[in-house]
């Protein structure tokens, strides 16, 4: 995220969905292959849980939406805020805590995340690098085209850049629960992927 057009103060949606987003996806490439290093470098393989309880919301998509969430605000906590302490205590208390259920994770449905809509989107992902890095993006996009209506008076805003804004995050919220559904179906076809190999 350090290399990002992020800037400390809030942007137009313009900024995040032009700059912003088109940025990450110049990077996309490189930044895929960087996470598909991961597996060579950890041993991801894992046992599954012998408990087969249902696991509720608590899948690999929605821990990775939960996630990907964590990272970005970890990161405006040290970089915009320059609130260390914070960063360290959510780094601490909540991303541990869901690295850990990650961890523990059982194969689950994520699709009970998706909104009864007629919005299509066009989001695909080959693999789960893919999915993750897609599901980042989207986050920091939505993240940072909300920071403008948390910090502005948004009844002054003019009534076209309001629309503007419930378009977009209609649409960025369709993508992120289709990323969320990739995240866990991809993941769950790596793991049986490179189970196979071994």
């Known amino acids: 995220m350090d290399t990002l057009p992020i800037e400390k103060e809030p942007q137009p949606l313009q900024y995040a969905v032009e700059k912003l987003y088109g940025k990450l996806k110049q990077i996309k490439e490189d930044e895929v292959e960087k996470l598909k290093i991961l597996w060579v470098k950890k041993n991801f393989i894992q046992e599954l849980p012998k408990k087969k309880d249902s696991i509720g919301l608590n899948t690999i998509g929605s821990l990775t939406d939960r996630f990907t969430i964590l990272i970005i605000k970890e990161w405006c906590l040290r970089n915009k805020s320059n609130n260390v ?10 991303t541990k805590d869901i690295i850990r259920c990650l961890a523990n994770s059982v194969p689950g449905n994520s699709a009970i995340n ?11 992902a080959q693999d789960w690098e893919e999915a993750f890095f897609g599901l980042l993006a989207v986050n920091l996009v939505l993240w940072e085209s909300q920071e ?3 910090i502005k008076d948004i009844s002054l805003l003019p009534a076209e850049e309001l629309r503007a ?7 960025g919220n369709m993508e992120r629960n289709v990323l969320m559904e990739l995240c866990e179906s991809r993941y769950w076809e790596k793991i049986n992927s490179l189970k196979n190999e071994k």
């Open 85 to 94: 302490q914070n960063a360290n205590n959510l780094f601490e208390n909540q």
């Open 165 to 171: 804004y419930i378009h977009w995050f209609a649409h």
């Open 148 to 150: 403008v209506l948390y």
């Open 114 to 124: 998706s909104k009864i809509t007629n919005i299509k989107t066009d989001v695909i």
